[in-house]
């Protein structure tokens, strides 16, 4: 055998190892420097796995033209305006509630804050409570006080860091809207370079682990995000009836909350205590029945037929998908935890099974 023989194999295994060593030494480098907006480009990829089927479906009964431009313009501009709508009416109402605390605090600095009615009603230590009251809060210039406890350089700088998150975010959130539109116009050269570099790097096993974890995302989607906005609307009708102050408010905030396992009680129960703090007993177990109840048929019926039934999930593996997900990613997890889940969960059944049930 010729040295020349030996040399060629030799070269291109070195060739392939320090290719790969290049691939990673650039996809590392990638990330780093897209890090700042990992957490914009995974919710834009989210928010198009999620609409993909509503997108096409429009745009094969109203084909778009050469560019392709309209109907990506026209869901993003949709899923800004279902995220800013909610912003701005919370801004507009902390606005009103914030012109309504200057003047109580104006009141206040005038004439101090009175005793409240329920303090006299306390079962125990309500001579203590009234007599601490009196003293700290019941006089005039407590908002004067109050002023000059303040560490003025603090609330400078605590300002300064709120305005520089604000400003953050909202670049962020203009990132995931412009990779959003992207997302949508590109999308089918997207899905089709995708399973093909599945297929090619992990054979027919890494398209079947990425179709699950996109089926993955769409039944949180309809497990959470819609049965959350239906429990929020079913409970802010319960709450305009029973008398809950910002019953819009209120339910848009159990929306939010019943996204997450377990977090609807916290909603529904702080309208419950507003109603007790105004004396209103029947109408707060109104509510707290009427939360557990719906809370209980969506939890226990509806989720999980949706999440389950959509990736043969068992509901317990995407609970703690849910919960892991959102304690390390934060809202993003919610989707994030059980798309891995269903991953794991696919190649564990393909394992187990063999090769004649996962082929």
Known sequence: MRPSDQTEPEAARIQRVLRALLVAALLGLGLYILHGFLRALVWALVLAIALWPLFNRARRRFPPGRHNILWPAVFTGLVAGLLLLPIAGLAVEAGREAHDLLAYAREAERNGIPVPDFVAHLPYGAAAVTEWWNAHLAHAGLAHEVTERLNTTSNRDLTRTLGAGLVHRVVLFGFCLLALFFLFREGDAVVAQSLRASQRLFGPRGERVARQMVASVHGTV??????????????????????????????????????????????????????????????????????????????????????????????????????????????????????????????????????????
């Open 222 to 359: 309809d497990g959470l995000v819609l049965v959350g906005i239906g429990e929020g609307f079913l409970l802010g009708i319960v709450y305009a009836l029973a008398g809950v102050p910002h019953p819009v408010l209120f339910g848009a905030l159990t929306a939010v909350a019943a996204m997450i396992p377990f977090g609807a009680p916290l909603a529904f129960g702080l309208a419950a205590v507003l109603l007790l703090a105004g004396g209103a007993v029947v109408p707060a177990a109104i509510v707290v029945a009427a939360g557990f109840v719906i809370t209980f048929v969506a939890d226990h019926f509806v989720r999980p037929a949706l999440i389950g039934g959509t990736t043969r999930l068992p509901f317990l593996w995407v609970l703690l998908g849910i919960l892991g997900g959102v304690e390390t990613f934060g809202l993003l997890g919610l989707f994030v935890g059980p798309a891995v889940m269903a991953a794991l969960i696919l190649l564990w059944r393909e394992l187990t099974e063999g090769p004649e049930t996962s082929a």
